[in-house]
């Protein structure tokens, strides 16, 4: 069983929309994290948040929003989509000392 | 801040031949070390970590790593690479006391038979 999913796994929208990706974790654990992914393939980290605290990588801008319904999910809602927007993010859960990660969703700005 | 660079963008290996994949890394405190594998179109998937203990560890799919405090270095190693190993990797650092991972650049490794 996949222990994080995320949804959709691509996303082709039009600038100015806005959207949500989903992640959902099946292990139960508190730290769940948001990682953007660049065409270069680097990999930033957005947003670490538990059910006590979020964190906020500062250069995030404030479009981008964490949503937890629950402890089983953690959702990246993106207001007013830019071009620049086009990456791949993945959601994550720490178990430990380590990260589980996602399949990934691919979003394009068009 | 913690940072983490891995030198090479991309690294070219026979089939059979031993690999190195470097990284160096920046943190204050102890460092929890990492290594992640990405194929096309994947996530991201655990290879091996260091925590504390012995300085060269093992992880998935016959690859280790060798911790240098000296050096602040934690480069990948495989004896013997396999055309199945080209991927992306990436090294990744956090201290003790903190919650997020902090990832270098990535190095593609190209394996040809």
């Known amino acids: 069983d996949t222990a994080v999913s995320q949804t959709p796994k691509y996303l082709v929208t039009q600038m100015g929309n806005d959207k949500s990706i989903k992640c959902e974790q099946n292990?139960?654990?508190?730290?769940m994290y948001w990682y953007k992914q660049d065409s270069k393939k680097f990999l930033k980290i957005m947003f670490s948040y538990n059910n006590k605290e979020l964190i906020i990588n500062e250069t995030v801008p404030n479009r981008f929003s964490p949503k937890s319904p629950d402890k089983a999910h953690l959702n990246l809602h993106i207001n007013s989509l830019e071009l620049g927007d086009s990456a791949v993010y993945f959601c994550?859960?720490?178990?430990?000392?380590?990260?589980?990660f996602g399949q990934g969703t691919r979003l394009t700005v068009v | 801040a913690q940072s983490v660079a891995q030198p090479e963008d991309q690294v070219n290996v026979a089939e059979g031949n031993p690999l190195t994949v470097k990284c160096t890394y920046s943190v204050s405190g102890n460092p929890y070390l990492f290594w992640y594998v990405q194929y096309p179109n994947r996530g991201l998937q655990f290879l091996l970590k260091y925590i504390t203990g012995d300085n060269l560890v093992k992880g998935s799919y016959g690859f280790e790593a060798e911790f240098n405090k000296s050096q602040t270095s934690f480069h990948l190693k495989k004896p013997s690479a396999l055309v199945s190993d080209s991927a992306l990797y990436f090294c990744?650092?956090?201290?003790?006391?903190?919650?997020?991972?902090?990832f270098g650049g990535g190095t593609r490794l190209m394996v040809k038979p």
């Open positions: 990744a650092v956090r201290d003790y006391s903190g919650n997020m991972l902090t």
């Open positions: 994550a859960i720490r178990r430990g000392t380590e990260a589980f």
């Open positions: 292990l139960g654990h508190d730290t």
